[in-house]
């Protein structure tokens, strides 16, 4: 349920099949890598937008890619005449699957990938045409916990380990781009303008997080609305650089910032809001006026 990342319907055999994507894979080898930061617990004033966990450091895939470069230099070092081929995140591989059967942890039912340290943790892998001694996999741990089906405010859980992309915070605010949000979801995006951590937040096994080791943070957890929709797309791109939101881009997070705007329900807003009703960007413009709409149902 994918809503409308294409990507990852294309080529589902070598999702499934390493060896379609890399022929001489014999092994592949994965590595975990924490990214939570001490950055408090989340909460803050109604006037700053929140991100993701994950967008605090500085965008990931370099730095893992050159972990496991450094580690496939090693084993290709250390056995002679080996080959190795890494992958961070932007291959065909269904790397969920592959974690999981190298003992990573188990598929939570939010549907991420989960372990005694929580899921705060980003992976990264290499296929090895070598023959190695297989780990074993870890055994389902959840338990009867409903707890991160029971949060998510846009209910885009369907059942346990499903994700419906389509009703997701986390994929609307960062995947979801160009394009206006729903209004049926919009309530529930509460104060996110990129990502959302809810069913992480509440997961049990989040208590035993680790800190990480190798990112350090390069953005807040929380941001001011204000500050955000004064940027121009050009100090948006240079605040931002090397980040996930820049990725994402100025006008998809400013449609997420004038989201949470209106879900604040701050009447301080009301300035900003009425400049975007009538910006030459037709999504920016209606989602301000939709936010306008939702403080002024406010009863004074």
């Not at 950055?39 to 967008?55: M, V």
């Not at 949000?181 to 959302?196: A, D, K, L, M, Y």
Request: aromatic residues 10%; proline residues 7%.
């Amino acid at each position: 349920m994918h809503a409308e990342m294409g990507y990852m319907a294309r080529d589902p055999a070598s999702r499934s099949d390493i060896q379609k994507w890399f022929p001489g894979a014999r092994t592949v080898v994965f590595g975990a890598f924490s990214y939570l930061l001490g950055t408090g617990d989340g909460t803050g004033p109604e006037s700053t937008g929140r991100l993701a966990r994950y967008a605090v450091p500085p965008d990931y895939h370099d730095t893992l890619k050159d972990i496991m470069r450094k580690t496939a230099a090693w084993c290709e070092s250390e056995w002679k005449g080996t080959a190795a081929k890494v992958f961070v995140d932007t291959s065909p591989i269904l790397e969920r699957l592959y974690a999981r059967y190298a003992g990573l942890g188990w598929v939570g039912k939010n549907s991420m990938l989960l372990s005694r340290t929580g899921s705060f943790f980003l992976i990264a892998g290499m296929a090895l045409d070598r023959e190695l001694e297989p780990d074993i996999p870890v055994t389902d741990h959840c338990g009867s916990c409903s707890r991160c089906l029971d949060a998510c405010p846009t209910d885009a859980f369907p059942q346990p380990r499903v994700l419906d992309a389509s009703r997701c915070i986390a994929y609307f605010t960062v995947e979801h781009r160009k394009k206006p949000i729903p209004q049926e979801f919009r309530e529930g995006h509460g104060e996110w303008i990129f990502g959302c951590d809810i069913c992480q937040d509440v997961c049990p096994w989040n208590r035993f997080a680790p800190k990480s080791q190798i990112f350090e943070s390069r953005l807040p957890l929380r941001i001011e609305l204000e500050e955000l929709a004064g940027l121009t797309p050009e100090l948006f791109n240079k605040r931002f650089k090397g980040t996930p939101l820049r990725r994402t881009g100025w006008s998809s997070v400013i449609r997420n910032v004038l989201l949470a705007m209106g879900n604040s329900k701050d009447r301080n807003h009301i300035p900003t809001l009425n400049r975007f009703a009538s910006h030459e960007d037709p999504i920016l413009a209606e989602q301000a006026r939709w936010s306008l709409g939702r403080i002024d149902k406010i009863e004074m």
